[in-house]
């Protein structure tokens, strides 16, 4: 059964710091992972896409690292700003037999930042 | 100029009632999508029309019936609607049911009380 797990639930954190948010899948076939932000009460936006092949994509002050080996993927924030208070999502796509992706998601970390 | 938008945002309701949500997006993308967002903020997927074709039907009660008049709309008709029922739906759309990523709407929050 295709699973992903996000890790920790939640964080709190001081503005100005670093944190990294964990996601472990078992999706397979694997076509690509995903990480979004969603803002309460609006709907995910994408951060960054990676594929197989690809281990380390950056989109700003956010840079998510692929782990294909291991299953294992991450997002690190550097230098925290309220603005990245919010919930951020691992989200794994698999081909199915008709060639279409179907994505699984996980439950997301719940980050705040605080002054 | 919304990309992915939902109507209505928020929906209060009776058991029993029947209800719509309609989705639509002006991105020019072929495929779109329904996901039902439970109170623990976990996102599970529902349907997946490409070029008004459902692709993906996942295990969803048949009293949920999507419409897809043509590629930019897709609805989401409730029938005989329950309390589980209760959740923040999300409308997305993508460029091809393939490896794009995916653009969402704000949400519709159906209440059923």
């Known amino acids: 059964k295709n699973q992903v797990e996000q890790s920790p639930q939640s964080l709190i954190i001081l503005e100005g710091k670093n944190c990294t948010l964990q996601c472990n899948y078992t999706v397979s076939p694997f076509s690509n992972l995903r990480w979004y932000k969603q803002d309460t009460g609006r709907g995910p936006v994408s951060l960054t896409i990676?594929?197989?092949?690809?281990n380390t994509k950056s989109n700003g002050r956010y840079t998510a690292t692929l782990d294909a080996d291991t299953k294992q993927s991450s997002l690190h924030i550097t230098a925290s700003q309220l603005s990245d208070s919010a919930s951020y999502i691992c989200?794994?796509?698999?081909?199915?037999?008709?060639?279409?992706?179907?994505?699984?998601f996980g439950t997301g970390t719940k980050l705040q930042v605080i002054p | 100029d919304t990309a992915v938008s939902q109507t209505p945002k928020y929906l209060v309701t009776q058991m029993g009632n029947d209800k719509s949500i309609k989705c639509e997006q002006n991105?020019?993308?072929?495929?779109m999508y329904w996901y039902k967002q439970d109170s623990k903020k976990f996102l599970k997927i529902m349907f997946s029309y490409n070029n008004k074709e459902l692709i993906i039907n996942e295990t969803v009660p048949n009293r949920f019936s999507p419409k897809s008049p043509d590629k930019a709309h897709l609805n989401l008709h409730i029938n005989s609607l329950e309390l589980g029922d209760s959740a923040v739906y999300f409308c997305?759309?993508?460029?091809?049911?393939?490896?794009?990523?995916?653009?969402f709407g704000p949400g519709t929050r159906l209440t059923v009380t």
């Open positions: 997305a759309s993508s460029p091809w049911a393939g490896d794009y990523e995916q653009y």
């Open positions: 989200v794994v796509s698999a081909y199915d037999s008709g060639g279409y992706q179907k994505v699984t």
């Open positions: 990676m594929t197989f092949s690809e």
């Open positions: 991105l020019g993308h072929d495929t």
